[in-house]
């Protein structure tokens, strides 16, 4: 199957490539080139580069990101750009290709005040941040395409990939990062590889718009993946916390 990987070249999409990669043909559409494998340079905010990178495409992958720059200015119109507008012109091009599936990498982050909460991922989103927001609008961008195109898509929820060999702490900054709930309990994050499972299951499920919180958390047990357990036969692997990832932790 050949898969476009919108994005391939970021964070999510690095820790993605090498196990997509395995299992099918994937081009990864980025501004910069991957470490290695097939490359389409393009923005993923431009109509005309999407159409052509989406010819010949079974599936595509959105999981492109923003810059980290905080300042209002730079920030917000990025966000937006990245997480809202750059989702409609992929699901767009897609469309006009006749890709009849796409994948998109949404995040818990739609919800507030995560750790200190449980959530089976039925409740609306209520987050107000801007990353928070911005993840909710692109996922009803994605309802709307699979209505007004008639093509399915599954978006997966992510809570703090990370790479297996940094596993149980998040790297997303460089720095290792420890989640605990308020009452002390480690939040496991999402080993690669177990995200690239879900991803792998979510390019096969084809059932409309539908929505899947992915937590390689089996330690505070906040967040229900009995939705993807059951749909997508996903659940992470079991995980030592004496692993070579987890030291310090």
Known sequence: MRILLIGGSGYVGSLLLPFLSREHDVVVF???PPTSGAFIRGDATDLPSLRDATKGV????????GSDDLDPAVGAAEAYDVNVKSVHLALLAAHENGVPHAVHISSLSVYRDLLDRTLTGDEPSDATDLYGLTKHLGEQVCAAAVREWDMTVTILRLTWPTADTDWPAWTRWGEPILHHTGDGVLVEPTAASDLAAAVLSAVDYRDGCS?????????????????ARQLLGWEPSPRSHDAPGARGA
């Open 30 to 32: 980025d501004r910069r």
């Open 211 to 227: 929505t899947f919180l992915i937590s390689g958390d089996t330690s505070a047990r906040r967040w229900s993946i009995a939705k």
């Open 58 to 65: 079974d599936v595509v992958i959105h999981c492109a990101m």
